[in-house]
């Protein structure tokens, strides 16, 4: 593998440290009054843009990796949120002015249209949409996220003497005892419920505040905003509605096929939520490593057999300590990756506990990893990520690659139970992410809704695309679940992508049972393109259609069911 050492500063400083705005403000004012007087100007300006955006990016990251490991670390705290406060809302109006000179600018017609064409759609999009009063808006909504997470990261119980957090009390639920699946699964329930008002009133701020940020952009409703801020050009909330039918359609009746088997199979009355984890046979919880060590030696070797260079490549981020995977107290929730944009390195950050799908977790996230060293070459930091509805492409594909190679961690009925349990998995989230989804579009178009008339919307899209689990008796977990998605709050409209990148990821899967070589060859010539083309352009590279229709989606979820079928239960 050939990976440069460095990407030396051409622009910048090279000690200047971008850790306040008094080091940032000279570099913007040099970027907004330097002359362009040729197209040559121009493409040289664009490169300084970049290489500056993507040092205060890093910044940005590395204060946000660092609070995120450890929220409860008063200093990192502050740190991330001085950046939010005093660096960002500072930025924002500058890169508008910089937005605003391209747009304007005579020479911009005269760049090589093919290679500028996404960017300068974005552009003019941003200049759009921009508007000086939002910028302090975003400020409140960046800390009000903040809140979230720190809620979330505190939420641990005492459970067998000792205290852990929700996520160190997830294998429980796969243990074949099915009191103490209970015991476990209402205990978690409790302590949600505990915050349930709080992270209620939460969201209410959040939610105005973004209807304040829509109406001030000139726009009915934050969905409008929304699609446009996050520069959906290639698909509209005509389609996203099209794919929740399609879900509704061809994948919530095997979701309840499956669970109707499930439930036969445990011999039980009624499917409750702590047995949907649980194995049909009452065998032991898969448990495919000890420590995150091993997980990370077992992973080298499946990239050993996808791809060496991709082998070597993940190597390279266990060396440099570019993983965080062990969940913690004080550590926030989730899973993610992220890039310093400067160095152009990728982070993993991860809150691992010995399950099957911790090695489903750093797969997936290992494929945005490989995303971002494939496009680590273009100089364009706008172009050195794609749009998210192709970025999911990377991890899900790179999930459903791995999937012949889980003998690393399994043999015989284990391999089988790990690889159903990965496609039971997709069975059950594009249902979830068709209901995150609608139940956004429904209250971000219903700006005067009530919390009451929300809850009655979730439970009305659960009982439309949920599985047949029965909640009798635990009404207020099912009425607050959807508290429990991040992305609610955290990343409004985002969650779409998940299942548009699905069927993508599906047909990169198909594509590599008919032939494999061919099939890794258009994935990773698709990556190398980052975001330097438009979405259905990054699929046809990847040998894919950008389609999330039924008659897309219907035929890759018989192939689910056919490759289900095959797998001993």
Same mark, same amino acid.
């Given at each position: 593998?050939?990976?440069?050492?460095?990407?030396?500063?051409?622009?910048?400083?090279?000690?200047?440290?971008?850790?306040?705005?008094?080091?940032?403000?000279?570099?913007?004012?040099?970027?907004?009054?330097?002359?362009?007087?040729?197209?040559?100007?121009?493409?040289?300006?664009?490169?300084?843009?970049?290489?500056?955006?993507?040092?205060?990016?890093?910044?940005?990251?590395?204060?946000?990796?660092?609070?995120?490991?450890?929220?409860?670390?008063?200093?990192?705290?502050?740190?991330?949120?001085?950046?939010?406060?005093?660096?960002?809302?500072?930025?924002?109006?500058?890169?508008?002015?910089?937005?605003?000179?391209?747009?304007?600018?005579?020479?911009?017609?005269?760049?090589?249209?093919? +290679?500028?064409?996404?960017?300068?759609?974005?552009?003019?999009?941003?200049?759009?949409?921009?508007?000086?009063?939002?910028?302090?808006?975003?400020?409140?909504?960046?800390?009000?996220?903040?809140?979230?997470?720190?809620?979330?990261?505190?939420?641990?119980?005492?459970?067998?003497?000792?205290?852990?957090?929700?996520?160190?009390?997830?294998?429980?639920?796969?243990?074949?005892?099915?009191?103490?699946?209970?015991?476990?699964?209402?205990?978690?329930?409790?302590?949600?419920?505990?915050?349930?008002?709080?992270?209620?009133?939460?969201?209410?701020?959040?939610?105005?505040?973004?209807?304040?940020?829509?109406?001030?952009? #000139?726009?009915?409703?934050?969905?409008?905003?929304?699609?446009?801020?996050?520069?959906?050009?290639?698909?509209?909330?005509?389609?996203?509605?099209?794919?929740?039918?399609?879900?509704?359609?061809?994948?919530?009746?095997?979701?309840?096929? +499956?669970?109707?088997?499930?439930?036969?199979?445990?011999?039980?009355?009624?499917?409750?939520?702590?047995?949907?984890?649980?194995?049909?046979?009452?065998?032991?919880?898969?448990?495919?490593?000890?420590?995150?060590?091993?997980?990370?030696?077992?992973?080298?070797?499946?990239?050993?057999?996808?791809?060496?260079?991709?082998?070597?490549?993940?190597?390279?981020?266990?060396?440099?300590?570019?993983?965080?995977?062990?969940? +913690?107290?004080?550590?926030?929730?989730?899973?993610?990756?992220?890039?310093?944009?400067?160095? +152009?390195?990728?982070?993993?950050?991860?809150?691992?506990?010995?399950?099957?799908?911790?090695?489903?977790?750093?797969?997936?996230?290992?494929?945005?990893?490989?995303?971002?060293?494939?496009?680590?070459?273009?100089? %364009?930091?706008?172009?050195?990520?794609?749009?998210?509805?192709?970025?999911?492409?990377?991890?899900?594909?790179?999930?459903?690659?791995?999937?012949?190679?889980?003998?690393?961690?399994?043999?015989?009925?284990?391999?089988?139970?790990?690889?159903?349990?990965?496609?039971? #998995?997709?069975?059950?989230?594009?249902?979830?992410?068709?209901?995150?989804?609608?139940?956004?579009?429904?209250?971000?178009?219903?700006?005067?809704?009530?919390?009451?008339?929300?809850?009655?919307?979730?439970?009305?899209?659960?009982?439309?695309?949920? #599985?047949?689990?029965?909640?009798?008796?635990?009404?207020?977990? %099912?009425?607050?679940?959807?508290?429990?998605?991040?992305?609610?709050?955290?990343?409004?409209?985002?969650?779409?992508?998940?299942?548009?990148?699905?069927?993508?990821?599906?047909?990169?899967?198909?594509?590599?049972?008919?032939?494999?070589?061919?099939?890794?060859?258009?994935?990773?010539?698709?990556?190398?393109? #980052?975001?330097?083309?438009?979405?259905?352009?990054?699929?046809?590279?990847?040998?894919?259609?950008?389609?999330?229709?039924?008659?897309?989606?219907?035929?890759?979820?018989?192939?689910?069911?056919?490759?289900?079928?095959?797998?001993?239960?």
């Amino acid at each position: 593998m050939t990976v440069k050492a460095a990407y030396p500063r051409q622009f910048v400083e090279a000690d200047d440290s971008l850790s306040a705005w008094s080091q940032i403000k000279s570099y913007m004012a040099d970027l907004t009054d330097r002359p362009v007087s040729s197209p040559q100007d121009l493409n040289q300006w664009l490169l300084d843009w970049s290489e500056l955006a993507a040092c205060i990016d890093e910044v940005g990251t590395d204060r946000y990796v660092s609070m995120t490991c450890q929220t409860d670390d008063a200093e990192r705290k502050q740190a991330y949120l001085d950046f939010v406060e005093n660096i960002e809302p500072k930025c924002k109006p500058k890169w508008h002015a910089l937005h605003c000179k391209y747009v304007k600018s005579p020479r911009r017609k005269e760049l090589p249209e093919q +290679r500028f064409q996404v960017f300068d759609r974005a552009a003019a999009n941003a200049v759009e949409l921009y508007r000086d009063e939002n910028v302090a808006l975003q400020v409140d909504e960046a800390k009000l996220e903040q809140e979230y997470q720190e809620i979330m990261a505190a939420m641990t119980v005492t459970y067998d003497g000792e205290e852990r957090t929700l996520q160190q009390l997830s294998p429980y639920l796969e243990r074949t005892d099915r009191s103490t699946r209970q015991d476990v699964w209402e205990l978690m329930s409790q302590r949600r419920l505990r915050d349930a008002d709080a992270l209620d009133t939460l969201f209410g701020k959040l939610f105005t505040l973004r209807h304040r940020m829509a109406v001030n952009a #000139g726009l009915s409703d934050y969905r409008a905003y929304a699609f446009k801020a996050k520069e959906r050009f290639d698909y509209t909330p005509e389609d996203c509605i099209a794919f929740h039918e399609a879900i509704e359609k061809t994948c919530v009746p095997l979701l309840r096929e +499956r669970q109707a088997s499930r439930k036969e199979r445990l011999g039980v009355d009624r499917l409750r939520p702590w047995d949907l984890a649980v194995d049909v046979k009452g065998r032991a919880p898969l448990r495919p490593f000890p420590s995150s060590g091993e997980l990370i030696d077992k992973c080298a070797t499946i990239f050993d057999r996808i791809d060496p260079e991709l082998s070597a490549q993940f190597r390279a981020m266990a060396d440099a300590c570019d993983l965080d995977l062990d969940s +913690r107290k004080g550590k926030a929730p989730g899973g993610y990756q992220s890039t310093y944009q400067e160095s +152009r390195r990728p982070f993993i950050f991860m809150n691992a506990v010995g399950l099957q799908r911790d090695v489903r977790t750093l797969l997936h996230e290992c494929g945005h990893a490989f995303h971002a060293i494939a496009c680590r070459d273009e100089p %364009l930091v706008h172009y050195r990520s794609a749009p998210i509805e192709f970025a999911e492409v990377a991890s899900m594909a790179m999930e459903l690659l791995a999937l012949d190679q889980l003998d690393v961690f399994y043999d015989g009925e284990d391999l089988d139970r790990a690889k159903r349990h990965q496609l039971d #998995g997709i069975v059950s989230i594009l249902p979830w992410v068709a209901t995150i989804d609608a139940f956004q579009h429904w209250m971000y178009t219903n700006p005067d809704h009530t919390p009451a008339a929300r809850t009655d919307e979730w439970l009305r899209l659960h009982e439309r695309f949920g #599985g047949s689990e029965d909640y009798t008796g635990y009404d207020e977990t %099912l009425a607050r679940s959807w508290q429990r998605q991040l992305h609610l709050y955290q990343v409004p409209f985002y969650y779409i992508e998940y299942g548009i990148a699905q069927i993508g990821a599906l047909q990169v899967w198909r594509n590599a049972k008919r032939n494999r070589g061919r099939a890794l060859a258009d994935y990773r010539g698709a990556l190398a393109l #980052g975001g330097s083309r438009p979405l259905p352009e990054l699929y046809a590279a990847a040998g894919i259609d950008f389609s999330f229709s039924a008659e897309t989606i219907g035929p890759l979820i018989e192939d689910l069911q056919s490759e289900l079928a095959k797998l001993a239960p």
